[in-house]
Structure formats: C-alpha cells, structure tokens
C-alpha cells in the first residue's frame, strides 16, 4: 500500500532468454534463475526478496512463459499460482507490461505497478526498497510514468542513460526525463558522467496500471487493444484462449522505444543502491566478492599471476597461470575461455553451436 | 654397425619427469610417454621409430625408472626387457649415461653408444637418422664426444647454444665445439643467432662407451668408480644389489655440466632436420598442424576471434572467444588455462598443489 491507500503491485520480468552466461545460462535455464554470486540464492528469488515489506505475494505478479513456469513455480513458491502469467510468445517488455497490466486493472480496479527485471543485482536492498517506494508514491500521484535513474559511479558502455532536469510541480527527488539515450560509446559515456545530468536507465518502472493503459492507447495502440480485449477476459473461462490467439499478435517492441520515449509525464527517482545488471560474465567482478587480485573465483581454483578475471570452476581443478582479464566458466558439457573484452562474443558461439544443429548445448 | 663394423648402440633417456605439460603429464605418466601431436604414437616410441634400419631393436638401450618400466614395456615391445635399465634414484644425465655405457662395455666389449632424449620431435626422420649415422662414424673414429648441433631457425631463449668452429683433422661437417652457453635472454639469442658461430644443443650424443669411461674418469671420479662396479656386476646375480646400493650414491650431474663443458675432444654436426625439443604447450604450435588462426587444437573445440592459441579439449566442448596466445587443456581431473608467455610458470601450479597435499593431481 501507499501512503495514501492506493495497492502497489509488483510486476516481474521473468521471460527473458539471455545467453551472454552461456555455458552456465541455458535455453532451458536462463540467468534469472542462477545463483551467479554463488550464495544459492537465485537473481529471481533476490528481485522478489527486495519486495518483503513493500508488496504483499498475492500482488506478487511473474511475467515468464511456460517452458520456465516450473522454474519459477519452485523457486518462488510464495507467489500464488493465478499470479504466474505466461506468454504465449515472446514479444518483448512493451506487450509483457501489457499483459500484467490488463490482469491487475480486472483484479484490483486500478494499482500501482512496480515493474522490475528479474536479473539485476542489488548491493543495498534497504535503500532500493526505499527508491520504489518513493517511485509508487509518485506514480500514484497522477498519470505519472516513473522511471527509476541510478547514479552512474563510472562511464559504462553497456547501459543506457537518463538525461533527466528539474521537475515542477513533483516532490523533491522526483525529476523529469527530457531524453534517453541508447548506449554510449566510451567517449560519450565520459562526458555523460562528467555532465552530472545523466543517470543509467535501470529498467526499473512504477504507474498505475490505468497509466499505462492511457500511454499505450496513445503510442502503441494496436498493444492497447488486445490488453483491453485480455483485461475483459481475465479469470474467465475464455483467457487462455484469448491469451493464446491475441497476444502473438501484438508487435514485439521494448516500454523503453514503444512508450517511454514518446511520453509527456514522464518522471526519474535518482537513485544509488549498489545496483548492476549484471549483464555478461566480467561483471562478476563488479558485484561479487573478489581476491586480492581483483578475480572473482567460484568452485576449485589455483592461480598464479592472474589479475582480473573471473574464473567460474567446474567439478575438477581449474588452474590459471598469467592470465589477465580473461572469464573461463566449467560446466558439465561446456567449457567457456574468453577475453573480457570479447564477452559479447559469446552469442557468436551459442549461434554456432545452433547452426551446427547442436541444441543440446544451448 | 657403423662402415667400419662397430656396432651402434641407442640409449634413449627415458626417466624424466617433467611438469611443463601439465595437467596432461602427469608424475605417473610424463610427457614422453604421451602423443602430444594427436597421432597416437608416443614421443617415446616416435624416437625409437627414427632409429629403424641404423639401430638393432637388441642394441637398444632404455634408461628409465621402475615407475615407468611398465609404461616404457608397454609402448616398446620390440625392445628385450634386459636393455631396461631403472635408475633407483634420479641423479640426472651422467649417471643414467654412465649405467647404460657399463652394461654396453660388459656385454659389447665397446659399442658406439648414441644418447637419445625420448620427448622431442623431428620433423624430417631420415635426414635426422642419417645425422646420427655420420655421428655415430666420428665416434668411432677415435675418443671423440660427439653433439649433434640444430642450425637455429629462429633466437629461441629456451634452448641451450653451442658455439663452433673448424675443426682439424675430422671429416669434413664436423666442426670443434669451442664453448657451451646456457639459455640466453632475447638480445643474446639474437646475437648467436645472427652471428652464424652458434648452434642449438639438441640434446643428442655419440661416444663410445670406451670413451665415455674415460671421460667419467678424468672429469667425475665418482660417477666413474661406481661405473666400474656396475659394469663388473652386469648380468650376474649381484647386479640388482650393486645398482640399488650405488647408484644413488653418485652425484647428480648433467652430461653436459659434468663432462661436455669441461672435454677436450668435443665435436658437433650441425644438422636440421625439423628438430624441435617441445618444451612447453606454446611449443605444439611449432610441431603440429595449426587452424587458419595458428591456432592448435585437439578435441572438440569451437573458435571466435581466437588467435595463436593452444586449445586442448577434454570430453566436453571448449569454447575459446577473442583469445590470444592463450593455453587452455582440459582433462578428466584438472583444466589449465595459461598466458603463453606464462607457459614456465605452470611448475607453480603443480609446487602449490605439491604444498597442499593434492599430490593425486600431480
């Protein structure tokens, strides 16, 4: 709930296929569903832990498909199963957002929605339960779409930013969105960083699900109507067959690019809580413990002059000698050894692995 | 038989333990017992191959330990199981010389004795084997000590050099070994190398026993002594008791610091026959067949943006993606990956290990 009574719901992204932890990700168990810090605790379980005191499970809502519904089923065994929402197909986080949004407005009338990838890491749990409870009550004071900003501590490639000013008429802390911008090159990233009006886009979102209905009816129309069509079918009889047959049809297109950027109310809680996402093999580094040396070691390792790499043992010794920089990951089937530089090659290898018919190793 | 009729004797060195192709040598199996190029004959049996048509199978002597004796039985069945010899006690090149040439003086009266390394490769065999014929000739002409010098290819530092000159009164290509010179660094090797006055110490003798007797004699009175008394104890019932009980009383030495350095009658034919000592993983990309990249590779592997690697899979998949000059091996119980440049320093792994207790991973 909110300070002023309206119900915050939350909504997790639980669908996607990433490879980029290939071989310890699989077609069959992406990264939300591993425990990559190595403490047993999986990035899903983590995203949903974040929520204790903020949302209530039965508000708890599971965006996934049915090749992982027993994935989630077993690891979030709080979340009541009708909350468990599949698609049918994938089509990216614009019609995923959709799908919640038309369940939750059925079932609640209207709510807060906190939208949250499933796959991100947290260092200061408090604080971030914090910021999206700061991001419902703004989302809750009108047709505001809240994005929530991270502090960029460094000039990283790999996400995209904010540019975000003051806002009038908001609470203190609440800022406006005047651009995103796509990931930057280093250069950009520098003055990005040095500008001090530009903060990393966390994919971290909270409106009211009658928001979003009203940002899609205007910049995504044709999402808009099979969610009204999936909303009026919800927890009857017809959903799943309506499910099956409409939401194929919806174009595949991200929140970020179908609605944000074309939206007016759009809002920023900048914030700064030890988040990453986590995103390929050498951010390990960034967000687990590491040694002396900068490594970050899991399972059964020996080194010697190695700096900087992230060495992710297997079921037998893993020996590093003179290394720099380098991610080696032991799996049962599949042994990864690449430059840290090169990690958003590994795709090359799973497309590989595909065209040479060997699924097996997907 | 050389042209002259003395019979030629092979006695390859074949007790060495060496770490440097860890983890697939292991203590129980070192490198020349393996076929590291992936053909399936061993670097052992490959140079007792090269000795067809100049060496009788009889007259072919393997020094080893008892450890190994099964191995070395197993991969050589044409060698008679009383030309094994088992040092009790490592004790380095003299003295495993020095056993061999008592048993060829007691049971040959003298023989042209060739000293072979049992883990190094050549690329043109008969070429190397005419090479030794012409050795095993000069040996025989007189008390000569005869090293078999690689014109070098390219200043490689991990190799020995031998400096030459004319020599007077030897037939003509063989040359005066004026002085022996440790492994070089860079700017040295480049010198020898352009200078056309040094050769690469490859490891390879002839001598004949007699002189190889004599030469104990006047530069390790100890080695020679205890020589005496195996040789007196050669093939009767005492031998075992004598070996066991002397043997390890000799220093340890090496040929080359014990009696070459120091020789006066000391002879070299340059050869080039594709020798290539194989020291080290990065070494295999000189001797085997390479990927379009320089890249060696054995078992299933699969490359992206990965140059001048070593890449030896296991039983699973290895996926190498923008490496260079990387050594990766996987085996049933240990996985290297290793800098090239750091390839010496694979020793420290296996010291680690030694220190705690893993000594099943040696």
Known sequence: MTNNGMTITAVVMAGGRGERFWPQSRMHCPKQFLSLTGDGETML?????????????????????????????????????????CEPAPRNTAPAIALAAAVIRKRLGDAVMLVLPSDHLVRHEALCAD???RAASAAELGENLLTVGITPQYPETGYGYIEFTRAEGMPVGVYSVSSFREKPDAETAQQYVASGRYLWNSGMFAW????????????????????????????????DTVLKAEFPQMPSVSVDYGVLEHADRLYTIPGSFGWDDV??????????KTDTNGNYRSGDTVTFGTRDCVLVGGKKLMAAVGLEHIIAVDTDDALLIC?????QDVKKITEMLREQGRGELL
Not at 63 to 71: D, F, K, P, Q, R
Not at 339 to 343: F, L, N, Q, T
């Open 45 to 85: 379980q983590k995203t949903v832990r974040r929520l204790d005191g903020l949302v209530q499970p039965e508000h708890i809502y599971i965006v996934t498909n049915a090749e992982y519904l027993g994935l989630v089923q077993e690891q979030l065994p709080a979340v009541p199963a009708e909350n468990l929402l």
């Open 131 to 133: 910021f999206l409870s």
């Open 208 to 239: 009211k699900a009658s928001t979003y209905f009203a940002a899609l009816k205007t910049h995504l129309p044709a999402v808009h109507a099979i969610a009204e069509h999936l909303s009026d079918a919800c927890d009857t009889p017809e959903f």
């Open 279 to 288: 995103g390929s093999w050498p951010s390990l580094r960034r967000v687990a």
């Open 339 to 343: 430059d840290a530089d090169s990690a």
